[in-house]
Structure formats: structure tokens, C-alpha cells
């Protein structure tokens, strides 16, 4: 009956109860969890959960572990990314943790210097890192939770000691994470010992924020890192694309240091914005800045590409100019021609006779092409491969469509802006000689 009600009218009617039996109610995790949050029925070893960020994950694998004490399991292993996350997200702060979603009255010891958790019926976690396999070597357990599996750095190899440990009484475990398209995951999915659940971060939207939703959706919704992130997709890597998701993730900071020269980058549309603009395919103007600091490393700073009348992309980019103090504008002058520099100089008078900037000009760097798309792509490619290039927080859109770009077909502009912003600080340009502080770039 509890569980067919509005959580409103859920908790209205257990405040009106007597004190204990409320309390026995509020931690009665069959009353609160979605289906897909309940293990599966039926015989299984492996308990996926498959979900977008926000959805309930840590919740669901801490319950998971609860009912798995009361049941009778005695040795558990909780592994994470690190040991910091298993600390702080599966044990002790987090929202979904063991220790805030636990009843004073079984309330489980924990003893961080000895990487474990006791009940008072004798059952005891143990926490591993996913970082140090090996310590997973020799342990047996009949319990297991993995959170956040396809981030694990050293997946194979932890995944695998946990697997030779996993055989005390009739193990079962719980896997509770955002797709990412690794062996081991892949491996998962077609396992018939494993039963998968999941779903989306606005299953959940009830238990999150407003502006924490409002945020998701402007930036992740309709992209390919929002399919995966949000909706759970799990997305193979693109067949001959120079970049993938995984790149832009282990390349990516979360801020940037002292830039020594820093610009911004135009790649205009050649298509009318208002021909179609809501076709997938509609040309957009690239307009994506960055910088190069003193350790001679690029950081992609901002992405302010759209569909906009020339006027509205030249004042975009020559105020994206002026908020980070950069050096020049960079202009693709294959498509447009003069036109570029016209409307970007033209910009910045507007800018100024409105008293929207202190100077009338802005120095503006044409570029061409003199060589194929897929000529000049490679080399910045292999700069993120070799670390040197980053990401300063997430640009969604830009990394999907260099993550789907394939050479051969046409490049988005979004790409080709990064493109040409990246080989003018860093291959065509001079050793940086001048030091620079950017606005505050975190995320």
C-alpha cells in the first residue's frame, strides 16, 4: 500500500504514525526504491545496474550490501575507483553510502585505518581500491560491490583478482555504474549469470535538484556524452575517428594554469542559419578559445559555437576575446574569404561606439587551408594522445563531434575551430614568451 503512493502522500502518512514504527519505515528501503533499484528476481551471480548520473546508483548498491547482511552474508568486498571514493562515496559521506542510509540500530562499525566495516551480527566489508589490484589477491568473499566499474583504472586486472575471491557460500554482487564501452562491461552484458536494470538520471529527477537538472539538460542534452552520461547508452567508439570520449576524458583538467598567449578561433558557417535551423546537420560557426601555457601544453578553454547571423558570431567571439584578455582572433578564410576579418573589425567598432569594449580594433589572424582536413587534424589529435593537449571542464558538443568525425567526411565546424585554434598556438607559432592570467576557468 505504502509503496502505490505519492512520496508526498508516502511521507505524510508516516509521519502520522507512532515514532517507531515511522522510523522502521523511513529506513524500509522496499517502501522508497524504484523497481529498477530492487535486485532482480530469480538466479543470478552478478546484479548490473546500468544507469545515468543521479539516478540512484550509490543507493541502490549500499541497500544491495544491507539486505545482503541481513541475509546472512559475513565477507564482503566494496571496491571503487579509489580509495577516496570508496571512503567517501560507498562508506561514509556520500548520500548513498553505507553509513548514511544505515538504522541506528544496525548501524556497522567502521575502522577506516583498517579498510573495514563490522555489524553487530559479525558480517564485515572490507574496502578495496581498483587502483591495487593486488590487494584483492587472497581475500575470499561471498558479497561483492563494484561502483563505478567501467572508471576503474586498472579494470582487467582488478576485475579479474576479485573474480578468483568470489566463492564463500552462494556469492552474488552488485555492479552499479555509467556505461563505458570496455572489454570487461561488454563481457558483462552477454553473461548469462548476470541480470541488468537501470535507466535514466530523470528516473530520479524527483530526489534532484532543479538547477542541477536545468544544468544537465543545457549541456549534455542531445549530445552523444548526454546519451552515455544521462541515459545510460552504452556508445562504441566511432570505427576511424582521431579522437574518443576516452580521450577528452583522461585528458581533461579541471583548470588551467598561467597561459602565456591565448586567442580565439572562427570557423564561419557557409550555410544561411535560417534555412533549417533545427536540422541536425545545419551548419554552425565554430567559435572555441584556448590558450598554451609555459609548459608548452594547449587547453581548450571555451566553446561559444551556434548558428548565427555573421553580426552575431563576429560580436561572439570578439567579447569572447575581451572576457579572456586574448592575444588575436583566428579566422578560416576559405569559406568566407575577406569576409571574416570584415565582420569580426566590423564587430569591434560596433562593440566599442556602444561602449562594450575600451578599443575599436582587435588584431585578427587569417588562416587557410593549404592542406586537407584530415592533414591538418592528425597532428592535433596526436597532441591529445600524447597528453599535451586538455580540455579545461567538459565541452559536450565539441567532443562529440570530433569523437564522430571520420576523415573523408565533412568536418564540423566546432572540430574545425579547435583545429585551427590548436595549430596556430602550438604548431605554427613561435615558443610562448609572454605569461598571461585567465579568468577562472573551473568548472
Same mark, same amino acid.
Given at each position: 500500500?505504502?509503496?502505490?503512493?505519492? /512520496?508526498?502522500?508516502?511521507?505524510?502518512?508516516?509521519?502520522?504514525?507512532?515514532?517507531?514504527?515511522?522510523?522502521?519505515? !523511513?529506513?524500509?528501503?522496499?517502501?522508497?526504491?524504484?523497481?529498477?533499484?530492487?535486485?532482480?528476481?530469480?538466479?543470478?551471480?552478478?546484479?548490473?545496474?546500468?544507469?545515468?548520473?543521479?539516478?540512484?546508483?550509490?543507493?541502490?548498491?549500499?541497500?544491495?550490501?544491507?539486505?545482503?547482511?541481513? &541475509?546472512?552474508?559475513?565477507?564482503?568486498?566494496?571496491?571503487?575507483?579509489?580509495?577516496? $571514493?570508496?571512503?567517501?562515496?560507498?562508506?561514509?559521506?556520500?548520500?548513498?553510502?553505507?553509513?548514511?542510509?544505515?538504522?541506528?540500530?544496525?548501524?556497522?562499525?567502521?575502522?577506516?585505518?583498517?579498510?573495514?566495516?563490522?555489524?553487530?551480527?559479525?558480517?564485515?566489508?572490507?574496502?578495496?581500491?581498483?587502483?591495487?589490484?593486488?590487494?584483492?589477491?587472497?581475500?575470499?568473499?561471498?558479497?561483492?560491490?563494484?561502483?563505478?566499474?567501467?572508471?576503474?583504472?586498472?579494470?582487467?586486472?582488478?576485475?579479474?583478482?576479485?573474480?578468483?575471491?568470489?566463492?564463500?557460500?552462494?556469492?552474488?554482487?552488485?555492479?552499479?555504474?555509467?556505461?563505458?564501452?570496455?572489454?570487461?562491461?561488454? &563481457?558483462?552484458?552477454?553473461?548469462?549469470?548476470?541480470?541488468? *536494470?537501470?535507466?535514466?538520471?530523470?528516473?530520479?529527477?524527483?530526489?534532484?535538484?532543479?538547477?542541477?537538472?536545468?544544468?544537465?539538460?543545457?549541456?549534455?542534452?542531445? *549530445?552523444?556524452?548526454?546519451?552515455?552520461?544521462?541515459?545510460?547508452?552504452?556508445?562504441?567508439? *566511432?570505427?576511424?575517428?582521431?579522437?574518443?570520449?576516452?580521450?577528452?576524458?583522461?585528458?581533461?583538467?579541471?583548470?588551467?594554469?598561467?597561459?602565456?598567449?591565448?586567442?580565439?578561433?572562427?570557423?564561419?558557417?557557409?550555410?544561411?542559419?535560417?534555412? $533549417?535551423?533545427?536540422?541536425?546537420?545545419?551548419?554552425?560557426?565554430?567559435?572555441?578559445? +584556448?590558450? !598554451?601555457?609555459?609548459?608548452?601544453? +594547449?587547453?581548450?578553454?571555451?566553446?561559444? %559555437?551556434?548558428?548565427? %547571423?555573421? +553580426?552575431?558570431?563576429?560580436?561572439?567571439?570578439?567579447?569572447?576575446?575581451?572576457?579572456?584578455?586574448?592575444?588575436?582572433?583566428?579566422?578560416?578564410?576559405?569559406?568566407? +574569404?575577406?569576409?571574416?576579418?570584415?565582420?569580426?573589425?566590423?564587430?569591434?567598432?560596433?562593440?566599442?561606439?556602444?561602449?562594450?569594449?575600451?578599443?575599436?580594433? !582587435?588584431?585578427?589572424?587569417?588562416?587557410?587551408?593549404?592542406?586537407?582536413? =584530415?592533414?591538418?587534424?592528425?597532428?592535433?589529435?596526436?597532441?591529445?594522445?600524447? %597528453?599535451?593537449? =586538455?580540455?579545461?571542464? !567538459?565541452?559536450?558538443?565539441?567532443?562529440?563531434?570530433? %569523437?564522430?568525425?571520420?576523415?573523408?567526411?565533412?568536418?564540423?565546424?566546432?572540430?574545425?575551430?579547435?583545429?585551427?585554434?590548436?595549430?596556430?598556438?602550438?604548431?605554427?607559432?613561435?615558443?610562448?614568451?609572454?605569461?598571461?592570467?585567465? /579568468?577562472?576557468?573551473?568548472?
Amino acid at each position: 500500500m505504502l509503496k502505490s503512493l505519492a /512520496p508526498t502522500d508516502r511521507a505524510r502518512l508516516i509521519q502520522s504514525l507512532p515514532p517507531e514504527t515511522a522510523l522502521a519505515l !523511513v529506513y524500509d528501503w522496499r517502501i522508497w526504491a524504484r523497481d529498477a533499484q530492487l535486485p532482480p528476481e530469480g538466479d543470478w551471480l552478478w546484479w548490473l545496474v546500468l544507469a545515468g548520473r543521479g539516478f540512484g546508483k550509490t543507493r541502490t548498491g549500499a541497500e544491495f550490501v544491507r539486505q545482503r547482511v541481513a &541475509e546472512g552474508a559475513r565477507a564482503i568486498a566494496l571496491i571503487g575507483p579509489t580509495t577516496a $571514493d570508496v571512503r567517501d562515496v560507498m562508506v561514509e559521506t556520500g548520500p548513498g553510502s553505507i553509513l548514511k542510509n544505515s538504522p541506528p540500530w544496525d548501524m556497522p562499525e567502521y575502522e577506516p585505518s583498517k579498510r573495514r566495516l563490522t555489524w553487530k551480527n559479525g558480517a564485515v566489508a572490507t574496502t578495496f581500491s581498483a587502483d591495487e589490484p593486488e590487494r584483492l589477491r587472497g581475500p575470499q568473499h561471498d558479497t561483492i560491490w563494484c561502483d563505478e566499474l567501467a572508471a576503474w583504472k586498472y579494470l582487467r586486472d582488478t576485475w579479474d583478482m576479485a573474480q578468483f575471491g568470489f566463492r564463500l557460500g552462494e556469492p552474488r554482487g552488485i555492479i552499479t555504474t555509467t556505461p563505458r564501452p570496455t572489454p570487461v562491461l561488454k &563481457e558483462l552484458l552477454k553473461d548469462p549469470t548476470v541480470r541488468i *536494470t537501470g535507466g535514466s538520471t530523470y528516473d530520479n529527477a524527483a530526489n534532484l535538484a532543479k538547477p542541477f537538472l536545468a544544468r544537465l539538460l543545457k549541456r549534455y542534452e542531445g *549530445t552523444r556524452l548526454g546519451r552515455q552520461e544521462l541515459y545510460a547508452q552504452l556508445l562504441e567508439d *566511432t570505427p576511424g575517428a582521431l579522437w574518443t570520449l576516452k580521450l577528452f576524458e583522461t585528458t581533461r583538467v579541471t583548470e588551467a594554469p598561467d597561459l602565456a598567449r591565448v586567442a580565439v578561433a572562427i570557423d564561419p558557417q557557409a550555410a544561411d542559419p535560417d534555412a $533549417d535551423p533545427d536540422a541536425d546537420d545545419a551548419a554552425e560557426t565554430g567559435i572555441v578559445a +584556448g590558450g !598554451v601555457g609555459e609548459n608548452r601544453e +594547449g587547453y581548450i578553454l571555451r566553446d561559444a %559555437s551556434g548558428r548565427f %547571423s555573421p +553580426g552575431e558570431w563576429g560580436e561572439r567571439a570578439v567579447l569572447l576575446h575581451d572576457e579572456l584578455e586574448a592575444d588575436c582572433i583566428v579566422g578560416e578564410v576559405n569559406n568566407g +574569404g575577406a569576409m571574416v576579418g570584415h565582420v569580426v573589425t566590423t564587430a569591434a567598432e560596433k562593440l566599442f561606439r556602444e561602449k562594450r569594449r575600451a578599443s575599436p580594433r !582587435v588584431v585578427f589572424r587569417a588562416v587557410s587551408a593549404s592542406r586537407g582536413k =584530415h592533414t591538418r587534424a592528425e597532428p592535433i589529435a596526436a597532441l591529445f594522445e600524447q %597528453s599535451r593537449a =586538455h580540455h579545461v571542464g !567538459v565541452h559536450a558538443r565539441l567532443e562529440d563531434q570530433a %569523437s564522430t568525425w571520420v576523415p573523408g567526411e565533412k568536418s564540423p565546424d566546432r572540430m574545425d575551430a579547435m583545429v585551427w585554434l590548436l595549430t596556430h598556438l602550438m604548431l605554427d607559432a613561435p615558443a610562448p614568451g609572454r605569461t598571461a592570467r585567465v /579568468p577562472s576557468t573551473r568548472r
